[in-house]
Each structure stands twice: as C-alpha cells, then as structure tokens.
C-alpha cells in the first residue's frame, strides 16, 4: 500500500474505490490516489459489498455504519460516502 487510505479520505467525503471480488486474500491498496479493495468473497447476495465496507472501515478506523455504499450497488466502481461522527 503505497499511502493509507484514512490518509486520503476525511469525514463527509465521497469517494471511488474499484472491487475485485474472489481475490486470493483481503487487502487494499492506493495507487497515484485510486483505492482498490480485493476482497475473498462472491459478488452475490451483497456478500462481496459487506467484505468491502468491513475492510475499508477498519482500514479508516471507523464502525461501518459510517460508511454508506451510494452508487456501484452490482458494479466494480462502487462509491463510498463517509459520514460524519
């Protein structure tokens, strides 16, 4: 990971992430800014969205009810909004 992603993202922002599900481990890496998050799961049934909020709010230390999925529902580009405390 080339920069923390809590490096980049403050409370009440918006921001993209790109997903890539059935990876072979959990990680997320940030590149020239862009966030791209592998996660172990399927994309069915809204697992592999769940993985993605889990890691990203321990990545940023906050619980995952302040992160709230607003566009990318059944899409790789998903984006996030952080609310604030």
């Known amino acids: 990971m080339s920069s923390a992603p809590r490096d980049l993202i403050a409370p ?3 921001f993209s992430v790109r997903v890539t599900p ?4 959990n990680r997320i890496t940030v590149q020239d800014g862009a ?9 069915e049934d809204g697992k592999a969205n769940a993985a993605v909020q889990k890691l990203l709010a321990k990545a940023l230390g906050v619980s995952k ?3 709230t999925l607003v566009r990318g529902h059944t899409a790789r580009d998903k984006v996030f909004q952080l609310e604030t405390a």
């Open 65 to 67: 009810s302040r992160l």
């Open 35 to 43: 966030i791209r998050v592998y996660v172990t799961v399927v994309p």
């Open 22 to 25: 059935k990876a072979s481990r």
């Open 12 to 14: 009440g922002d918006t």
